[in-house]
């Protein structure tokens, strides 16, 4: 069933795993020259399919107040590679906002229409 405050939270956990994708892409540039960095990531598609089920749990599970959940990769950093991906994650976390001001906007007319 769709409410808007389901919709409120399910927006919140996909901004909070770009924001966690975000420090993961973050570190791998800013080690970009450590010897023996393994560079991190983390994977959307673990997660996107489980958001419209009872499973979606385990999305806040995972990331709790403060873990960093990333995916170990094999191989060095390459700097342009990390690059895209942040502008990749730019555009998910662009499209997220959108979608959480939309949210409340439709909240705004429900509420304005009530009166």
Do not use: C, H, W
């Not at 800013?30 to 997660?47: E, L, R, S």
């Not at 590679?81 to 409340?104: D, F, P, V, W």
């Amino acid at each position: 069933m769709y409410t808007p405050m389901n919709s409120i939270g399910k927006v919140s956990l996909m901004m909070d795993l770009i924001s966690e994708r975000q420090r993961a892409l973050g570190a791998n540039l800013a080690n970009v020259d450590t010897p023996g960095y393994v560079k991190q990531d983390i994977d959307f598609g673990q997660y996107l399919g489980s958001m419209n089920s009872p499973l979606e749990t385990k999305l806040s599970q995972k990331l709790g107040p403060s873990a960093v959940t990333s995916d170990r990769l094999e191989g060095p950093v390459n700097p342009a590679e990390e690059l895209l991906k942040i502008q990749e994650n730019s555009l998910l976390y662009t499209m997220a906002t959108r979608r959480m001001g939309n949210i409340i906007t439709e909240m705004k007319t429900v509420i304005n229409v009530g009166k």
